[in-house]
């Protein structure tokens, strides 16, 4: 097996720069009491201020005084590293993850997929920097020594265990996987380096430190299995973004909305699915949340295409009350099929399909407002058919008898000479049922203007005739 391992060293600082419209702009994380707070973690233009990490944050705003400081979310860099697990899996079926700032994924059967590592290497990084984390990758064939080599030297990749044996022996003891007081207790022993701990008796060791640290040991070097849990993606994707004021209008909440469609169409990437309904959730200050449902004729999983629907339905739909936080629900998530298309496409460029139009239109004009026709199971003309959102499974097929290209709303008396009967009667009663009982006897007609028409007469009559209908 070959393990890529994603170190994410500033997972709770990119959590809070994926929130802002800028940035670049300056950015600290804070914490500690009010009285004391102190930054935690700044962005590179507030390092080139001045900011550093230990500063107190009153220090801090005076250097840089544009500095947007942030307390630390933890909640929402957990956030983030799900995300994170939710995107490697679209590249690998074992992907792991810990508690502090790493992804696993094992890339040994996919790179037969992918091609091979230098160009698998550039997708993966492609994909990190689109999702705006800061990271260091490296490969190994342990799950912890790839994770080492990540935190020494990003881009490392060794592919068998004496290789790996050689590049742990080199590396300083404060990148190996050990707690801080067994660390502290070998740099007092004057253990500096992997080599000079692997070179110590295994016997002292276990008396000293107990069988942990030997366990730790085999398993960064592969000499014991690292059995750790796989991820699976989830059958929801719910995702939420607050704000420091109250937001009244769409238009503040297109920046949001874009973030996190991306974020869903990621974890979709992920587990190769789609999604046809979500919901926007606007959360209020002093009533219930509300919601706006977005649609689509299909499964889709294109950020630019979901981010054009739910920015109809915004703009269609106000907002009941102003916004202190903005959420995307989606429970409904079918498998994905991509459309099929001609290889020598014939469409413009710039044409939109009969799914994608039908599902815009009803995003800026309302669900109800767009529909199909779709066969019924009545004989009478008027109800033959019905209004459906979308054509499902099979329909009766239309009788082999002649039907009019426009039939009437409402029938109304021909005018004019008796026209030249061509075809039939043909007679249709039906309807007993339901009070709207008919007794008609149907003739295609010519009239005298030459125009071919659809008429019918009271059952067993040869007229009046009522004009219900012309042929194309």
Known sequence: MLWAAIHLPRRALDAALRRQPDPLAPLALAEGPPQRRVVAMANESARAAGVRPGQPLAAAMALCPKLAALPWDEAEAARLLDLACAWAYRYSGQVCRDEADTVWLEVGGSLGLFGPWPRFERLLRDDLRALGLAHALAVAPTPLGALCLAKHQDGIAVRDAAQLRRALD?????????????????????????????????????????????????????????????????????????????????????????????????????????????????????????????????????????????????????????????????????PFVPAGRDLFEARPASAMDWPALQARLQARLGEDAVYQWAPHADPRPERAQRRVRELRGRFLAPPPLPRPAWLLERPIPLRGPAPRLLAGPERIESGWWDGDDVRRDYYVAETAAGQRAWVFCAAGERGPFMLHGWFA
Do not use: N, W
């Open 170 to 334: 080199a590396l300083p003891l404060a990148h190996a996987p050990l707690d801080e007081r067994t660390r502290e207790a070998l740099a007092g022993m004057g253990v500096r380096r992997l080599r000079q701990l692997f070179a110590l008796p295994r016997a002292g060791l276990r008396r000293r430190f107990g069988a942990g640290l030997l366990e730790v040991l085999d398993r960064l070097t592969g000499d014991a299995p690292d059995l750790r849990p796989c991820y699976q993606p989830p059958d929801l994707f719910e995702a939420r973004f607050e704000f420091d004021d109250e937001v009244r209008y769409h238009t503040g909440l297109l920046f949001p909305l874009r973030r996190l469609l991306g974020d869903l169409c990621a974890f979709l990437v992920g587990r190769d699915g789609g999604v046809q309904r979500f919901e926007l959730v606007f959360e209020h200050d002093l009533r219930p949340p509300s919601t706006h449902v977005v649609g689509a004729m299909a499964p889709e999983r294109d950020p630019a295409r979901l981010f054009e629907l739910a920015k109809l339905v915004l703009e269609r739909e106000p907002i009941p009350a102003p916004v202190r936080a903005f959420g995307l629900r989606a429970a409904e998530l079918p």
